[in-house]
């Protein structure tokens, strides 16, 4: 019966997203009907994993078997998946509504929840691998969307190619690590033995980790990322797909080796510090989301790493909710002002403002998300943030070496960092009065809208995790999550109290910075040079073209000024020399391998002429020929006599 | 009925092509239909083959073929020389078996892609069907010289497809791939002989020793005569290397060409470029796993010692088959151009397999060939799709072609992530067959080092690369075309090119969610050549 | 003093090869012809030489029959040569250039 | 022994030769019949009659005649049923206006020399044999008495008569060295094989093979086209068959360096006529270039002993072969012109069964299946392979290397004609080919096929006396 | 004394076989040519060959000769009447012979050959008449035809060469 359970969590949105294909006049109610039996069906299947695997083997190549298994945190991670995919199929009908392509839309959505879902089910590597693949396809499907501006297909290329390096380095690793003698289960997996090879293991694996989760140096594809529509972002770009990675970071935990870990871990905090910072710059109201998005997904890296995995799980769920959340309030946001001026949409908070006088329930929605995300007391984020964050500082207790406390420092810091751009975000959309010109006050009728956000905010109210706001005991998800009892010291609280002190220091910066010029135009954005720097993510895209071509790092700082579309030279840089290399290889095949051919060709033709004219006009050249034969004929004989 | 089965696989198509002698030219339809129905008969045939096939036959390579046919064909007394024995010599296993049901299917798939064909289409099905017969022959013979007669059976029809019914530079392309090889089979050619005078048995009766072509016999140590050219303990050296894996040389570099590995690689997109597309199928989805198969029947099973000693080396011609055919794919204007690169791209992997000594690498190699006849077949009638429509197949002249052509495009986005390795789709399974292989066999016993993995990787994005560029470039975006004449007959598919497509993607799918359907009755064959090619392998 | 053996063979070889001197450098097809008859008497003159002491004086027979050879072989020019002439109006052989090379 | 009986003893002997007598009173007859002016279509039937009466009356029978100037063996019987046979599909060919009486008895006459040569166990009749074969060659080669025919035949004959006369040096030197004009006494001495080498001159003039092959093009160019397809046949094959006489009764006394040498030549003769053939416009001498580089695949046939069966099929499938080839291009022939390749371009549309029988020739003469002219290849390469590994010769490697070579660059010329009727556009050209002649091509070209499905057929033709 | 004759005639043959060589009058050439043969006739004679010497005068001095006289008179003349020809070649030719006698040298003349000497036999004629119809009459069938062959093919030659 669980079997069966599973394989219809399993295939429903796949079959939903058919099903929407088949009829498209009705797709988006048919996918949303089908996901929300999914949920269902996720909720119910909980009852079934109390404390122990669900597996489903099957043999998929000949002696090659694999299996799916549930236990109690992927049956969580399946239920918030289908919740939130079901909320982003309803929310996606009042979004896409005038969309001619809604019908392949769904059957891209259902493809990648069914996806989704198989990456939380597979037991085996390769399994995982496989629907890790099919995830990053289907994301490529969604980004590339609204496929007729080639901007968004040069973006969707670019984002999947990225990820598709990381997978392929992650795939070298699970083969890797299948050659080292391991079955490929996820639910036996043991420690490798330490040599080079686990090593190297430990790096392709971490890679693909990394670039799912876009991590540090891969992180610039997330906000390419973001061409796609709006509530597909929210799905897979901040709920679920990036999740994978840190989803995968907890399987194979066992894994890495300790001193792995460590340098995980600093990736992720500078992740999460550099994203923040580069969130506090951006105007674009999806990028800061987006950035900030790499910015959590760091700090749950971090978490992971430090040992504090089941915080770092648990920020993942309430993550995927406030995010989602706050993803779909911008969309909401982005779909009333273009609808208001179709001619020139925009994104652009500078020319937003005011907005919570016509949007009221999406402003309510979003502060309850924001809240959650800068970790304010009585909203999940804090619970799942501070969790990270007191178990950064017990890692960082046990180490001896006093740069150790950076981590957890920096953590705390980039609390700040949050709660300045997520206050400055909060001013600038919904505070004040409208920037641009004039807005008609529109209602907003359609529950199908409302609905998926408001639910979304409402679970990122700390209650439904932890009854206290700042301790006690677990709650039902905490105890599904697999949450270790909590840390305990003298010293926990101090820094909770830092950390909220903290918050409330950035909320408060980005009023005195935004909140009081509120109804004038903003200036003084980003006009410093450092905030320019800041903006286009320190240049790091930049910086890696300068290792290819250092003078080009001059000229892109100074082209960065009119050039404000943030592009990507870094893989650009691979691209165009790739594409230059396989130019060379192609005039390389063309005149050498086949002009060596042709050379041969040519030289038996020429001899073939030389023969040709060998034979002469004059018959007394004939004479000479063969007689001259003979004689060199007999004169071989009387040396060789 | 059962025992001929093997036989009316091969020669049902040339019956088919005798019976088209009986029509007048100008009886196109029936003369297609005629076609249609010979080869739909070859692939029931060939049905009923997987259908009474036992995959766990034989424990022993030599003895793993069933069905077997072998009749003496040519028994001729050449006086001292010996008497000069040939057998029609037929049998199937694992390995073959799926290679002539995909032989058998191409052959219906591109009876339909000519459909539409006009000129002189009487020449053009019976030597369509001669083709087919030849193709299948080689999957099937056992005995040398049957192989190699219809390995270069292949070629004359083969030659004039292409340089009657090709692009504008089809005779060059024509002759360019006849050669080409032609110079391989003579390599084969002389092996073969070699091979011949080396194997035998002494007949009791007359204390002769009796030559044959027996390709069992061949592969068999005990076979050869003691003292002779190819013999184990053979003395005999050319330039300072043995004979034998001189022999074994001249063999690989003669199917080499044919799969083709990359110095010998040039014919190939010109005979792509210039060939009709059904032609371009059977040439790509058929004519390339010829040089795979004879690496896997004939060169490793006869040369086991001297393929393991070479094993390395030719897996770094995998790897740079793929890589150097990637990069190539990369730079091409002309999308079937493009798709001919690919195809030497991912031939490269059969190599890897095959150096990788490993049960996986082996049957990821033989299932890259099945994938990848799918694959490639689909991607030339893609490209067919366009150039029916247009008579043009450049890259730039074609723009979000997605909008316009939606079903096309659907199809045009799951065949090429399938050839990109998009797993769930066939062309994923060979490739993680033969990764697997590859990093197993270096972290067992070192035969290949991780690099080669590593690499072929790499040629994995690449091929990701171009293929995403290309969708980006013709499909994405604005629509577009260069010429407003095309305007018109940009149409979407029509229901025959939709049969043809679903028969395909069918497969495709089918087979990368469950590779198991073939791999099942092809690993019993790969296990046993493995055992029996690897039973040299000496750990140290 | 020579062995008469010896010196016929010498004056054999030197026939021929006069006669091969001849053959090519001469431009005229009548001369080559001449060149071919002293060639074929150097031959003559060795078996004549050999066949001296050969009780079955094969060589001689065997001259006899290159005697007649001759002969009909210079009918055989002759006729040749009359066409060539009626063609070319020389008997330059190179002024035969007809054909291709 | 008695004059009376050894006079008795030759009158026996008269009917062992029956097929040649046959052929010299035919011929004859033939004459005669056209000073009667009997009209050319019956002449021409007369001459098959004799022709099939001298097939049928070949006496197989071995042993040494005539006083032993005569041998008859396995490859004597043959060649008496073989050549006839090949002149009878020069018979065959198209009606010109050059033909008469005395053409088909010129014919004949090359024919009789040819079987001669091969019958021949005397230097003496050896060399009469050749002088008739070549004389009357001259005299055909110079049948169109045009300006190019008369040269033809005028470089012909000098270069003839100039290897004849060496090659009589070379038979008195020999004759010099062992006292005998037989071939069983040659035995081994330095006189014995310079002899032997200025003699084989002459012989590879004949069989056409480097650095006698000279003469091959011109002549062939200038010839009408079927004495043409009769030279490179008959008196080609006749001329082998005496060199496998002569080899096998030299064999052993100089063999390594007769073995090389003879390879060296082979492969000689392979390589220049493959390389000279390839840019060669004019059908016939790239036909005569690719004839010259098969003497070199036949020459090694001669030499070894222990493949007659080889040679009597690599023989048989050349002679087939090369007639259809050259009946394919005297039937494309413009009076008085020769074939030009792209005479031929665009003919594949309105004669697709021409075009086939092309392919037909031109794929037996590369050597590939499903014809013949693979098989013979074939056997020709397994045979080298043994010799190379009982010897384990670098020349019998390098042998087959350059023949598989020759083999693939043979394909760029051959199959030059094939490529040009049905590649190249071109709807001007027109033919007249009569039924009778299609008929004959696709029996030949069918025959060709059919002798690569069975070659067991071989067994029946000409079978051997001790096989 | 033979000797001294064997000198003698080698002499006439070195003579005019080096006279042929260089002349370039075709009409000289014949004679010499005349010459030389005879010189041969009597070579023959001194290697007791007398019946092929009867020959050889027979059918060269009766034949060959006056072929090549016939043939002089196809040839272009120079305006003074004289048959001149050239050469060319000289010197591949020269080497080509040089070579050749060189070679016969070092393996005919050098070579050893058997004690032999030279026998007096009479009866040759009867001799040769015998193998004539014994040993070799297939031989003498032969060119009895060849010379019909010759005979036919030369006349229809040349009728051709008058009449086309």
Redesign the interface.
């Known amino acids: 019966m669980e079997d069966y359970l599973l394989a219809f969590i399993l295939l429903l949105p796949l079959l939903g997203g058919i099903m929407a294909y088949t009829f498209p006049s009705k797709s988006g109610i048919i996918a949303s009907i089908f996901l929300s039996i999914t949920t269902i069906l996720a909720g119910y299947h909980l009852n079934f994993v109390e404390g122990k695997l669900w597996i489903f083997q099957f043999e998929w190549l000949p002696g090659f078997v694999m299996s799916f298994a549930v236990d109690r945190s992927s049956a969580v991670l399946i239920l918030m998946v289908s919740l939130i995919s079901f909320l982003v199929h309803l929310f996606s009908i009042f979004y896409l509504s005038g969309d001619g392509y809604k019908d392949r839309y769904y059957l891209k959505l259902g493809f990648f929840t069914f996806s989704m879902l198989g990456l939380l089910m597979s037991d085996h590597l390769i399994l995982l691998f496989i629907f890790w693949e099919l995830v990053g396809f289907s994301s490529y499907m969604l980004i590339i969307f609204w496929f007729q501006d080639v901007k968004n297909a040069i973006a969707g290329r670019i984002a999947f190619m990225t990820n598709r390096i990381a997978d392929l380095i992650l795939f070298m690793g699970l083969l890797m690590l299948l050659g080292s003698g391991n079955d490929g289960f996820l639910s036996s997996l043991g420690p490798l033995p330490q040599n080079d090879s686990s090593t190297a293991i430990g790096i392709c694996l971490l890679i693909g980790i990394l670039g799912k989760s876009a991590q540090f140096p891969f992180f610039t594809w997330l906000p390419r990322a973001m061409v796609g529509p709006t509530p597909v972002s929210a799905l897979i770009h901040a709920a679920t797909m990036v999740a994978a990675g840190v989803y995968l970071l907890f399987r194979l935990f066992i894994v890495f080796d300790p001193y792995l870990l460590d340098w995980i871990a600093s990736l992720g905090i500078i992740t999460a510090f550099l994203g923040a910072l580069i969130a506090a710059c951006q105007t674009d109201m999806k990028a800061v989301l987006a950035y900030s998005t790499i910015s959590q997904l760091g700090y749950m890296v971090m978490g992971m790493s430090v040992g504090a995995y089941d915080m770092a799980l648990f920020h993942l769920w309430t993550h995927a909710f406030f995010k989602a959340g706050l993803f779909l309030c911008a969309g909401s946001v982005m779909h009333y002002l273009s609808i208001q001026n179709p001619a020139d949409p925009t994104q652009d908070m500078r020319r937003m403002g005011g907005l919570k006088g016509y949007l009221p329930i999406t402003f309510w929605s979003y502060l309850v998300c924001m809240m959650a995300l800068v970790g304010l007391p009585f909203f999940s984020g804090f619970i799942s943030k501070e969790g990270i964050t007191l178990g950064a500082f017990s890692w960082a207790m046990q180490r001896e070496n006093g740069l150790a406390f950076a981590l957890p420092m920096t953590a705390l810091g980039i609390s700040f960092i949050t709660a300045y751009y997520m206050g400055k975000q909060l001013i600038l959309v919904f505070l004040g009065s409208y920037r641009g010109e004039k807005l008609l006050k529109m209602p907003q009728k359609s529950w199908i809208e409302r609905a998926p956000i408001l639910v979304l905010a409402i679970l990122s109210f700390g209650i439904f995790y932890r009854i206290h706001p700042l301790g006690g005991d677990l709650s039902f998800l905490e105890y599904w999550l697999g949450t270790q009892p909590k840390v305990e010291g003298n010293w926990v609280t101090p820094i909770m109290g830092s950390s909220i002190l903290l918050v409330l220091l950035g909320l408060g910066f980005s009023y005195w910075k935004y909140g009081r010029q509120g109804m004038r135009e903003v200036k003084s954005f980003n006009s410093s040079r450092l905030s320019i720097f800041v903006q286009n993510g320190f240049y790091l895209d930049k910086f890696y073209m300068g290792i290819l071509v250092p003078s080009f790092d001059w000229l892109a700082f100074k082209t960065s000024k009119v050039d404000t579309v943030l592009i990507n030279p870094f893989f650009n840089k691979i691209a165009i020399s790739t594409v230059v290399l396989s130019k060379v290889t192609d005039l390389f095949d063309r005149l050498i391998v086949d002009g060596l051919i042709s050379l041969i060709k040519s030289v038996v033709q020429i001899l073939g002429s030389m023969f040709t004219k060998f034979h002469p006009t004059r018959v007394q050249m004939h004479f000479v020929s063969a007689i001259v034969g003979l004689v060199i004929i007999l004169v071989w004989l009387k040396f060789a006599l | 009925m059962s025992s001929y089965l093997l036989s009316l696989i091969i020669w049902m198509p040339l019956l088919g092509a005798f019976t088209l002698l009986f029509f007048n030219e100008r009886q196109t339809s029936g003369i297609k239909i005629v076609a249609l129905i010979f080869s739909l008969i070859q692939l029931l045939f060939s049905i009923g083959l997987v259908w009474r096939f036992d995959p766990n036959y034989g424990d022993h390579l030599l003895t793993s073929f069933q069905f077997v046919e072998k009749v003496s064909w ?8 010996g008497s ?1 024995n040939i057998d029609y010599h037929l049998g199937v296993d694992g390995i073959s078996l799926w290679l002539v049901v995909l032989s058998s299917l191409i052959t219906v798939l591109g009876v339909l892609a000519s459909w539409k064909l006009k000129q ?1 289409v009487r ?1 053009y099905f019976m030597l369509y069907l001669l083709l087919s017969t030849s193709i299948v022959g080689c999957f099937l013979a056992l005995d040398f010289f049957l192989f ?2 219809f390995f ?2 292949v ?2 029809p083969m030659f ?1 497809l292409i ?2 019914w090709g692009g504008p530079r ?2 060059y392309a ?2 360019k791939f ?2 080409y090889t ?2 391989g089979s ?2 084969i ?2 092996v073969m ?2 091979l ?3 194997v035998g048995v002494l007949d009791p009766s007359s204390e002769m020793m009796i030559h044959s072509f027996n390709l069992l016999h061949m592969m068999d140590s005990n076979y050869f005569i003691e003292g ?2 190819l013999a184990k303990d053979s003395v ?1 050296t ?1 330039m300072g290397m043995p004979l034998r894996a001189v022999a074994f040389l001249a063999l690989f570099l003669g199917f080499a060409i044919k799969l083709p590995i ?2 010998f ?2 014919w190939l997109p010109d005979a792509h470029v210039e060939a009709a597309t059904p032609i371009s199928v059977i040439l790509a989805a058929l004519l390339l796993k010829l040089g795979g198969y004879g690496l896997f029947r004939i060169v490793f099973s006869i040369f086991p010692d001297a393929a393991l000693h070479f094993g390395y080396y030719i897996a770094i011609f995998g790897v740079l088959a793929i890589i ?1 055919g ?7 204007n002309d999308l079937k151009r493009m798709i001919a690169y690919s195809s030497i791209s991912h031939m490269g992997f059969v190599l890897i397999g095959l150096g990788s000594f490993t049960v996986e690498g082996a ?1 990821g190699g033989m299932f890259q060939m099945i994938a990848h006849g799918f694959i490639s077949a689909a991607l030339f009638l893609i490209v067919g799709v366009l150039y029916d429509r247009t008579q043009n197949r450049k890259i730039e002249n074609f ?2 072609l ?2 316009k052509l939606p079903g096309y495009s659907f199809v045009v ?1 799951i065949v090429f ?1 399938a050839s990109l390795g ?3 789709l066939a062309g ?2 060979g490739e ?2 033969v ?2 292989g590859a ?6 016993d070192g035969m290949l080092p ?1 690099w080669i ?2 690499v072929a ?2 040629g ?3 091929t ?3 293929y ?2 290309t ?2 470039r013709m ?5 577009w075309v260069r010429e407003y004449s095309w305007e018109p007959k940009m149409k979407d598919l029509e229901i025959r090119e939709w049969l043809i497509f679903t028969l395909l993607i069918l497969g495709i799918v089918v087979l990368g969610m ?3 359907i073939i ?2 009755t092809m ?1 019993h064959s790969i296990e046993l050549f493995i055992a029996h090619v690897g039973d040299l392998k000496i750990k140290p | 003093m020579l062995d008469p053996i010896i010196f016929g063979l010498m004056i054999g070889a030197f026939l021929f090869c006069t006669g091969i001197l001849i053959v090519i450098i001469k431009k005229n097809a009548i001369f080559v012809m001449i060149g071919i008859e002293l060639m074929l008497n150097g031959a003559n003159v060795n078996f004549v030489v050999f066949s001296g002491s050969d009780p079955n004086i094969q060589g001689q027979l065997m001259g006899i029959f290159v005697v007649v050879l001759a002969a009909a072989e210079s009918v055989v020019a002759l006729a040749i040569m009359l066409n060539i002439f009626r063609h070319f109006q020389t008997l330059d052989l190179n002024s035969l250039k007809k054909l291709k090379h | 022994m008695k004059i009376n009986e050894q006079l008795i003893e030759i009158q026996e002997h008269f009917g062992v030769i029956s097929s040649e007598i046959i052929l010299i009173i035919g011929s004859i007859i033939l004459l005669i019949l056209g000073i009667l002016r009997l009209p050319l279509f019956w002449i021409k039937v007369f001459a098959a009659v004799v022709l099939l009466g001298s097939f049928l009356f070949a006496q197989q029978v071995s042993g040494f005649f005539f006083t032993r100037t005569i041998i008859r063996d396995d490859l004597s019987y043959l060649m008496t049923q073989l050549l006839p046979l090949v002149t009878l599909g020069v018979l065959c060919f198209k009606r010109q206006t050059y033909q008469s009486y005395e053409f088909y008895f010129l014919l004949m006459s090359v024919l009789i020399g040819s079987l001669f040569m091969v019958g021949s166990h005397n230097l003496l009749i050896l060399y009469l044999a050749i002088e008739l074969t070549s004389y009357a060659s001259y005299l055909l080669t110079g049948f169109h008495f045009n300006e190019k025919g008369s040269e033809a035949a005028m470089k012909y004959l000098l270069f003839g008569g100039v290897s004849s006369a060496v090659m009589l040096f070379g038979i008195s030197l020999l004759y010099g060295a062992h006292d005998s004009l037989y071939f069983d006494t040659l035995k081994f001495s330095l006189l014995g094989a310079t002899g032997l080498f200025f003699f084989l001159s002459g012989l590879f003039f004949k069989t056409s093979i480097v650095p006698f092959h000279i003469w091959v093009p011109a002549t062939y160019e200038g010839a009408p086209t079927d004495a043409v397809a009769f030279f490179s046949t008959v008196p080609k094959i006749g001329g082998f068959a005496a060199l496998y006489h002569v080899f096998k009764w030299t064999n052993g006394l100089f063999n390594p360096f007769l073995e090389q040498l003879i390879l060296l030549l082979a492969i000689l003769s392979i390589v220049w006529g493959t390389l000279a053939a390839l840019r060669q416009t004019d059908v016939k001498r790239m036909l005569s270039l690719g004839a010259v580089a098969h003497s070199g695949f036949i020459l090694p046939l001669c030499f070894v002993m222990d493949t007659y069966s080889i040679f009597k099929y690599y023989v048989i499938i050349y002679a087939l072969m090369n007639i259809l080839a050259f009946l394919f291009v005297q039937l494309h022939e413009k009076k008085g012109k020769n074939l030009l390749i792209s005479d031929v371009s665009g003919l594949g549309i309105k004669f697709p069964l021409l075009g086939v029988i092309s392919v037909v020739w031109a794929v037996a003469l590369v050597g590939l299946p499903p014809t013949g002219g693979f098989m013979a290849k074939f056997f020709l390469f397994s045979s080298a392979w043994q010799h190379y590994e009982s010897m384990d010769s670098i020349y019998w490697l390098t042998f087959i290397f350059a023949g598989v070579l020759s083999s693939a660059a043979s394909l760029y010329f051959y199959l030059r004609v094939p490529y040009f009727y049905f590649f190249k556009e071109d709807q001007s050209k027109k033919i007249k080919i009569s039924k009778r002649h299609f008929l004959i091509l696709t029996l030949l070209a069918f025959t060709l096929i059919l002798l690569f499905i069975q070659p067991n057929i071989f067994d029946r033709f000409a079978p051997m006396i001790n096989p | 004394m033979i000797e001294v004759w064997m000198y003698f005639f080698g002499l006439l043959i070195l003579v005019s076989g080096i006279t042929l060589i260089f002349t370039e009058n075709l009409i000289y050439a014949a004679f010499l040519l005349a010459l030389c043969l005879l010189s041969i006739v009597g070579f023959y004679i001194i290697y007791n060959a007398s019946f092929l010497a009867v020959i050889q005068i027979l059918i060269y001095a009766g034949g060959i000769l006056i072929l090549i006289a016939f043939g002089i008179m196809l040839t272009k003349r120079s305006p003074e009447g004289k048959v001149i020809v050239g050469y060319h070649l000289l010197f591949f030719g020269f080497l080509v012979t040089l070579g050749m006698i060189l070679l016969i040298y070092a393996l005919v003349v050098s070579s050893t050959i058997g004690p032999r000497e030279i026998l007096q036999t009479t009866g040759q004629a009867r001799e040769i008449g015998i193998r004539f119809l014994t040993q070799y009459i297939l031989a003498f069938e032969l060119i009895a035809f060849l010379l019909l062959v010759v005979l036919v093919g030369a006349s229809y030659s040349g009728k051709k060469s008058q009449h086309a």
């Open positions: 040519i028994s001729m007394s050449l006086g001292s020389f000069f002189q020449s190699y007669l270069e059976l070629l004359l004039f340089g009657l089809r005779s024509s002759i006849f050669i032609l110079v003579l390599l050619l002389v002989i070699a011949y005078l080396s002779s050219s005999l050319f990359v110095p690689h040039t150097y990637g990069l190539n794919a990369m730079t091409q049957a723009s979000g997605a909008t986005m992530f998009l797993p769930g994923f399974v993680l067959l990764l697997m990093f197993n066999v270096s972290a067992v991780n993995g590593i990787v790499i994995l994005l690449i990701a690369a171009y995403l560029w969708i980006q499909f994405l975006g604005k629509y469950y590779p198991k791999l099942d690993n």
